[in-house]
């Protein structure tokens, strides 16, 4: 075959969620730096576009005598991406992100999450889809940190949120991805981008959550919680990057047997 004849690669359009394309697939978040020198750093090396805020936590101008976070990362760079980290119900969730969106001057996209216990920090299901359904018709757009249940998935789908983000494992845990095949469920049957959120402990998780066909990752304590945090987010964005690349290319198919490198049909001896 001519190499002019060989077909092009795929080529990595970006992450689009609620109509705004992304450069970089990894999404972080802003919690557990040192200070927030560190956190500009570590961001900066991930090479994130979005980064998450969790707006009971982090003050990102409701103290006007304390430090802002985004002094260190500015929304003229990053999407701010508020997050409902610490609610427990609908109502406090709903609630939080109407704040927020007044304190980001109408910032319509945001990351819900309704915790069912203080323990796992395992998603409450019933009240992650009640307060869903509220903001979607607030008119937000709403990216949802899930169970890694198909049939939830498809019901968060149903009521019109961005994108969903099943966690491959416990918040914070750096266990990995548990249950490969429910994500390929989701991934297979969602017509949104689908990003692995929570559970991610090193660069390997993120190449596999890619390469089994997830849209992004989004992390915070696998690089926040490092020995090197700055580092972590460089080995982080090399992971998605490659976990990508190795989705569009196409894997070969697992096989009980070996098979040769070099063909044996025209051997020279």
């Not at 961001?43 to 409701?62: L, M, P, W």
Request: net charge negative; aromatic share 4%; with cysteine.
């Amino acid at each position: 075959m001519n190499m002019n004849d060989t077909p092009a690669l795929s080529r990595d359009t970006g992450l689009t969620i609620a109509g705004k394309t992304y450069n970089s697939r990894l999404l972080v978040g802003s919690g557990k730096y040192k200070d927030l020198n560190e956190t500009r750093e570590a961001t900066e090396a991930s090479g994130a576009d979005i980064i998450t805020v969790a707006i009971r936590r982090v003050n990102i101008g409701q103290d006007p005598n304390a430090p802002s976070l985004l002094d260190a990362v500015p929304p003229s760079r990053y999407t701010i991406l508020p997050n409902t980290a610490g609610c427990y119900n609908a109502e406090d969730a709903v609630y939080t992100l109407q704040l927020a969106r007044e304190l980001l001057n109408g910032h319509k996209l945001v990351k819900l999450e309704v915790l069912g216990d203080e323990k796992t920090l395992f998603p409450n299901m019933p009240e992650t889809l009640k307060a869903a359904g509220t903001l979607v018709k607030d008119g937000f757009d709403v990216m949802v940190y899930c169970s890694d249940d198909p049939i939830q998935a498809r019901m968060l789908e149903d009521l019109g949120v961005v994108a969903v983000m099943p966690l491959a494992s416990l918040i914070g845990s750096g266990m990995g991805i548990l249950n490969p095949w429910n994500l390929s469920l989701i991934i297979e049957q969602s017509k949104i981008p689908v990003l692995v959120d929570a559970g991610v402990g090193t660069a390997s998780d993120a190449a596999i959550a890619m390469e089994l066909g997830c849209d992004g990752v989004l992390m915070n304590t696998a690089i926040a919680g490092a020995r090197d945090p700055v580092r972590m987010a460089r080995a982080m964005k090399l992971a998605v990057e490659a976990g990508r690349e190795a989705f569009l290319a196409g894997r070969i198919p697992r096989r009980f047997a070996a098979s040769p490198s070099s063909p044996m049909a025209g051997r020279v001896a």
